[in-house]
């Protein structure tokens, strides 16, 4: 079957402006997580979707960053006024259900990269 | 902020030879994963290994875990060229209705034929 994708696999933007970063979780899964990997940081947590709702937002590095999930299915990370250090590969995964031993199902990534 | 920390960063080892990863995490855990990624992109997953497990198999790999010392490993037997990747560990926190992996910063393995 279909596994997470992402879209797009890569975008350079210019500092300052808005990006919108998409997920396609796995059919069924009712958890999703966007999580970002830097050089200087490694993967960090960033946001975790159950459902529509978002329970926990703790990672996001800014009130810059916000994301939404309609439907309980695709999602949408949003950067505004990008900054250099935003750079990064924004990677999401989704999972069966939360509570229970479900590993990860990540997607390619976002490799972003702003100038 | 990150919770496993894994040693070593980088290990280089021949072809047919074993390698073992090591990961070291900080709070009480739901269960520890491993992963590996390719390339600097999507990470897969390998295995999961619960809290009350001690030890656990899939094909050529070993996962043991230590919750007294916090500790885990990762062996792969028989190690080919192509397994040639970056492997993390991860453990899952489960906190006020959340969950979250947590990322070790990972072991750069290379398998040279």
């Known amino acids: 079957g279909a596994g997470v994708s992402q879209s797009p696999s890569n975008k350079v933007t210019e500092k300052g402006k808005d990006v919108e970063l998409r997920c396609d979780p796995i059919?069924?899964?009712?958890?999703l997580y966007w999580y970002r990997q830097s050089l200087g940081q490694g993967l960090e947590f960033l946001i975790y979707f159950q459902g529509n709702s978002a329970p926990d937002k703790s990672g996001l590095p800014s009130d810059r960053f916000s994301a939404e999930r309609t439907g309980g299915s695709v999602s949408t990370l949003t950067i505004q006024r990008t900054q250099q250090e935003d750079s990064a590969v924004y990677l999401c995964?989704?999972?069966?259900?939360?509570?229970?031993?479900?590993?990860?199902?990540f997607g390619p990534g976002t490799r972003l990269t702003v100038t | 902020s990150q919770q496993g920390e894994e040693d070593p960063q980088a290990l280089s080892i021949q072809e047919g030879e074993n390698a073992t990863m090591n990961c070291s995490y900080k709070?009480?855990?739901?269960?520890l994963q491993w992963y590996r990624q390719n390339s600097g992109r999507g990470l897969v997953h390998l295995i999961l290994i619960r809290s009350n497990e001690r030890e656990k198999h899939s094909g050529r790999l070993r996962v043991t875990l230590d919750t007294s010392k916090k500790s885990s490993s990762l062996l792969i037997t028989a190690s080919r060229a192509a397994d040639t990747a970056s492997y993390f560990c991860?453990?899952?926190?489960?906190?006020?209705?959340?969950?979250?992996?947590?990322f070790g910063k990972g072991t750069k393995l290379t398998v040279n034929p």
């Open positions: 709070t009480s855990i739901n269960n």
């Open positions: 059919s069924g899964h009712t958890a």
């Open positions: 995964a989704s999972s069966f259900s939360r509570g229970g031993p479900y590993e990860q199902y």
């Open positions: 991860a453990t899952l926190i489960e906190q006020g209705g959340s969950e979250k992996l947590v």
